[in-house]
């Protein structure tokens, strides 16, 4: 008996059957593995600002005091400062959403071939100086690198990434000018130092092209302390002195307003620009030269944050709130970005170096350091918020 001769349909149906399984298996292949994972982009409403510090002792540095990178004031665990454990197992807990912490390897993979630069005061170095650290856990062949006017800086060869800062405590341009005979007397005082509202300082003023991600800050040197009435500020515009004379928190304004504009217009738009607030001092007893002192073993309790630095109550710590009221009206209309870590900075009254400065007599000559932070410590946490706002600025565009 002849075989019954195969449907026509036949070879169309192995033909569609090699085609999905196919598809199928290619669909497999490109599931993500558990190693190849990819985390999705935190939603920028995210606000990682409001929060509580949480305590928990599994929460340990990335970095410790042999990190070539730090600077040796700051470095309290050489140092030998007190309750060191205890200041790194505070947690900061957004209250909305989850903070993780920065993951070296992964955050340099994303910045490869970019550039990350600090404009400001020191402040901003302590910021760079912990961030430099805990990068380093990812590239232990990281050089110091100081070009382009940089204070310090590092470069890391594995990711062909640079990050740096750049010393411009006003910002602005400003030089010390003595007195000349021709002056007479003037109360006592000894010259001026001239500030140019409109020019940026010459440190920074040539880097708008060569980093992708820049961070300022500027506020702690805008005191008498710094510029008493026998060296003051003297405030110029078009290279003309400002007339009636400013005094020091009328030409904090304008330089913020000045500086913000040029930003705005010489800094190419794919830069992602970041503005710091202040960093909150916690002098309690008096100021730095008034035997002000910050020995304190935990965070504070938030309903003593106003008492410290509402500036009704005219404390030691006022000018932090001061100043951060008038950086944010000055930007205003641009698209700097505020980066505002004090309020979870105004916590951590433990957290400051205090008497262990590294330094034989550095007490008694500059008294206590209740203004920079301890490394490791709260500066870890502001890397961790600076990372995912990077990536959060450069995914978006």
């Not at 302390?225 to 003309?240: C, N």
């Given at each position: 008996m002849a075989p019954k001769?195969?449907?026509?349909?036949?070879?169309?149906?192995?033909?569609?059957?090699?085609?999905?399984?196919?598809?199928?298996?290619?669909?497999?292949?490109?599931?993500?593995?558990?190693?190849?994972?990819?985390?999705?982009?935190?939603?920028?409403?995210?606000?990682?600002?409001k929060g509580r510090w949480v305590q928990d002792h599994?929460?340990?540095?990335?970095?410790?005091?042999?990190?070539?990178?730090?600077?040796?004031?700051?470095?309290?665990?050489?140092?030998?400062?007190?309750?060191?454990?205890?200041?790194?197992?505070?947690?900061w807990v957004p209250q909305d959403c989850v903070l993780p912490r920065i993951d070296p390897v992964r955050f340099l993979g994303r910045m490869r071939n970019r550039n990350i630069g600090f404009v400001g005061d020191s402040l901003n170095e302590n910021f760079l100086v912990s961030f430099l650290c805990i990068l380093r856990v990812a590239d232990v062949g990281a050089k110091k690198w100081k070009r382009k006017g940089a204070w310090r800086g590092a470069y890391f060869p594995r990711f062909n990434v640079t990050v740096a800062y750049h010393r411009a405590v006003l910002l602005s341009k400003y030089e010390w000018q003595p007195k000349q005979p021709a002056d007479g007397n003037q109360n006592g005082r000894k010259g001026i130092y001239r500030v140019d509202v409109d020019i940026p300082s010459d440190d920074w003023a040539n880097i708008a092209d060569y980093y992708d991600v820049l961070v300022f800050n500027t506020g702690h040197w805008w005191g008498?302390?710094?510029?008493?009435?026998?060296?003051?500020?003297?405030?110029?515009?078009?290279?003309?002195?400002?007339?009636?004379?400013?005094?020091?928190?009328?030409?904090?304004?304008?330089?913020?307003?000045?500086?913000a504009s040029y930003i705005q217009n010489k800094i190419p738009q794919k830069t992602l620009k970041l503005w710091r607030l202040q960093s909150p001092r916690h002098f309690h007893g008096g100021d730095w030269n008034q035997n002000g002192s910050c020995m304190f073993n935990k965070p504070l309790e938030e309903q003593?944050?106003?008492?410290?630095?509402?500036?009704?109550?005219?404390?030691?710590?006022?000018?932090?709130?001061?100043?951060?009221?008038?950086?944010?009206?000055?930007?205003?209309?641009?698209?700097i970005q505020l980066l505002n870590l004090s309020r979870l900075s105004e916590f951590r009254a433990d957290a400051h170096p205090a008497i262990w400065l590294g330094q034989k007599d550095a007490v008694k000559v500059w008294g206590q350091d209740c203004m920079h932070w301890c490394l490791p410590g709260v500066p870890d946490t502001w890397v961790d918020i600076l990372s995912e706002l990077i990536h959060i600025g450069l995914e978006t565009g």
């Open positions: 001769l195969l449907s026509p349909l036949f070879p169309w149906l192995i033909l569609l059957t090699l085609l999905l399984l196919f598809l199928y298996s290619s669909l497999l292949s490109s599931s993500p593995t558990p190693h190849s994972k990819r985390i999705p982009p935190l939603p920028s409403t995210c606000n990682f600002f599994n929460h340990i540095p990335m970095y410790d005091e042999t990190c070539p990178f730090h600077r040796n004031a700051w470095n309290c665990l050489r140092n030998k400062r007190d309750d060191m454990g205890v200041i790194n197992s505070w947690k008498f302390d710094k510029f008493p009435k026998e060296t003051p500020l003297t405030f110029y515009r078009a290279g003309e002195a400002i007339y009636p004379p400013l005094d020091i928190l009328d030409g904090f304004k304008v330089v913020l307003e000045n500086m003593q944050l106003d008492l410290w630095f509402d500036p009704s109550n005219n404390g030691p710590n006022k000018e932090e709130r001061l100043l951060n009221r008038l950086i944010e009206d000055a930007l205003q209309g641009t698209d």
